[in-house]
């Protein structure tokens, strides 16, 4: 009931402060009325996560390495959040796995930036990016690596997934990130282990018009070579390309996870798909990893006029396709877009 006049406390925070709230109501005598009520009731993220039956040594993990994100979960009652943070650290290796590659000479040096699953990890002074690959990854990296394999010759097959951590590194292409991958066998999965690059193209704004030739003309030559293989990348995006400052400037798409055989389904980040491409259920074709190619440099190679991508009016797609051509043909210099445009309109030109 509402107090017309007096104190009132919240009491919050306490498991169950129903009957306590009463009592303290009882026991203070005070002639102006003192209300205490019972606040709502603490949450635990045992409670948060719901009935999924947690592990705890992860809900341990969730604590150590996601604590700002347990701590807003649990304060704002996310449990998508909790959910989320929970898949996060069950992705991370266990100590288990770690004590594995410590025995191949690796040293884990922690997250590549806090809130991710992938971790660093050192081989003398080699620092290595390591990914555990999800089921779905796991089966399209998979076909990717078998096509790899038919490619090379028996002796240079390192991409076969291995046992040991001192197989190669498989070279798929100078723009596409070297990887190997490595199954703990004990525990079922399946890592990804590729050299640490340097920072992506996310945080970069405006890429002068020589970065922004030498970044198609690399990663057109990636795709290129993801399509021969009846491939598509099906995620490109700034924060999947790594930049390196050279000399020479050099672009490395990464992220293989999102990597799929043409006809199939595809995830793609869906602020970088043009609105009239995406439909409930994304093809791989060339033409999804040439239009997220396009959104990119819209959003990064436009100079003051650079797309918002993800925002407003295009949080949850890109502009259509006729907008990023209009887009790109007012804002990229022209033998700049000549470069992209063929690629993407290559034998079939007014149909796209
Ligand atoms: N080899 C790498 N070198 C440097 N940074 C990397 C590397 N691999 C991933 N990252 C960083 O980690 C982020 C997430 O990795 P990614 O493979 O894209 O996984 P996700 O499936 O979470 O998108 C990337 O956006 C990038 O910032
Ligand atoms: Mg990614």
């Known amino acids: 009931m509402a107090a017309s006049r007096g104190f009132r406390l919240r009491l919050t925070g306490l498991a169950n402060n129903r009957g306590l709230a009463r009592r303290i109501n009882l ?55 909790a959910k989320d943070t929970y898949d996060r650290a069950e992705a991370m290796p266990s100590h288990l796995t770690i004590e594995q590659f410590n025995m191949e000479g690796y040293q884990f040096a922690g997250q590549i930036f806090p809130g991710s ?34 490619l090379s010759r028996p002796c240079e097959d390192a991409a076969t997934t291995t046992s040991t951590l001192n197989a190669d ?13 490595w199954e703990d066998t004990q525990r079922g999965r399946i890592f990804m282990v590729m050299p640490r690059l340097r920072e992506t193209l996310e945080p970069l704004r405006d890429l002068s018009n020589d970065h922004a ?34 000399p020479p400037a050099s672009f490395v798409l990464i992220d293989l996870g999102s990597i799929q055989q043409i006809g199939k389904r595809v995830n793609a980040t869906p602020p970088y798909v043009p609105l009239d491409l995406s439909r409930s259920s994304l093809l791989a074709s060339p033409d999804v990893d040439w239009w997220m190619l396009a959104v990119t440099l819209a959003e990064k190679c436009c100079g003051k006029n650079c797309l918002v991508v993800g ?16 887009h790109l043909t007012k804002n990229l210099s022209p033998e700049i877009w000549a470069g992209l445009h063929g690629e993407m309109f290559r034998g079939d030109e007014n149909t796209k």
């Open 27 to 81: 026991v203070v005598p005070c002639d102006e009325p003192f209300h205490v009520e019972a606040g709502e009731p603490t949450l635990t993220l045992e409670d948060l996560l719901g009935s999924r039956g947690a592990i705890k040594s992860v809900v341990r993990r969730m604590r150590l390495d996601f604590s700002s994100q347990v701590t807003l979960a649990l304060q704002t009652r996310d449990a998508q959040l």
């Open 117 to 150: 699953s992938l971790v660093v990890a050192y081989q003398g002074l080699s620092a290595f990016v390591v990914k555990m690959l999800k089921n779905g990854e796991r089966e399209r990296v998979g076909a990717f690596r078998d096509k790899l394999s038919l």
């Open 213 to 246: 030739s030498v970044l198609i003309t690399q990663l057109t030559s990636a795709l290129r070579f993801l399509h021969g293989l009846d491939f598509v990348h099906g995620d490109v995006k700034p924060a999947n390309i790594c930049v390196s400052d050279g």
């Open 169 to 181: 590194l498989l070279n798929v292409h100078p723009h596409i990130v070297p990887f190997k991958l």
């Open 311 to 326: 925002e407003g009016r295009w949080s949850a797609s890109a502009p259509p396709k006729a907008t990023i051509l209009e």
